[in-house]
């Protein structure tokens, strides 16, 4: 298992980093699968339902033997308890909705990074203060781009995750980025369903476009 500051320096450079869930083990592992043909190389699985934390093992061991490079993590993490057995399971890093100090105690024990969920300039700095390298935005569709671009002004270290209502395209990534967030987290949008079933074609073309959006603005912005 990679360490924390390595598995940090993963989700930075990847910038985009897909949400996928799903209750049945074989679908989330080819949702995984689709999203790593489309250049997905960092994913989060999201911690939802009953018995989540098996989907995840399964992936976990998926991806290990199909999905070379891949650094997965897991998502929606609120307790110290869950969160030590996603750890025991093989997450590469956990990220939690609010700012659990327990959850924090919980991954730096094993070296594991940890993305707390954060509202306020308050809450973010605590986040920080406690060792988080990346601390998640979250929702960020409660407020706007401004809201990085003014909190970066006095707080110009904050590297911030941003998550909720991002979508796969320019309008939905660039201004993120543009404000200053440090990477994005994209969930049911990225994936295209016809009839109910996942079309896996258009769900990976679908995420080498957005990370094809991150790069051509990377480009431009050295």
Not at 5 to 10: E, P
Not at 121 to 150: C, M, N, W
Not at 178 to 193: D, K, P, T, W, Y
Request: proline residues 7%; hydrophobic residues 40%.
């Amino acid at each position: 298992m990679p360490n924390r500051i390595h598995v940090a320096s993963a989700l930075l450079d990847a910038g985009i980093i897909p949400l996928l869930y799903d209750p049945d083990p074989e679908v989330c592992c080819r949702l995984a699968h689709t999203l790593y043909e489309g250049g997905a190389r960092v994913l989060e699985y999201t911690n939802r339902g009953l018995a989540a934390h098996e989907v995840f093992y399964a992936l976990r061991r998926y991806a290990d033997r199909h999905l070379p490079g891949m650094v997965l993590g897991a998502g929606t993490l609120l307790e110290a308890g869950t969160t030590a057995l996603y750890l025991q399971y093989g997450a590469d890093f956990i990220v939690a909705p609010s700012l659990s100090e327990a959850v924090g105690r919980t991954c730096h024990a094993r070296n594991v990074l940890w993305i707390p969920g954060c509202t306020t300039p308050t809450e973010i700095a605590q986040g920080h203060a406690l060792g988080a390298e990346i601390v998640k935005l979250f929702p960020s569709d409660l407020v706007q781009p401004g809201f990085v671009r003014a909190l970066r002004g006095p707080m110009p270290w904050a590297t911030l995750m941003v998550t909720g209502g991002v979508t796969p395209d320019e309008a939905g990534i660039v201004p993120w980025f543009e404000a200053g967030a440090a990477c994005v987290g994209i969930g049911s949008s990225l994936f295209v369903r016809e009839n109910g079933k996942l079309n896996e074609s258009r769900t990976s073309e679908r995420m080498q476009q957005a990370l094809q959006v991150l790069r051509t603005w990377r480009a431009s912005h050295p």
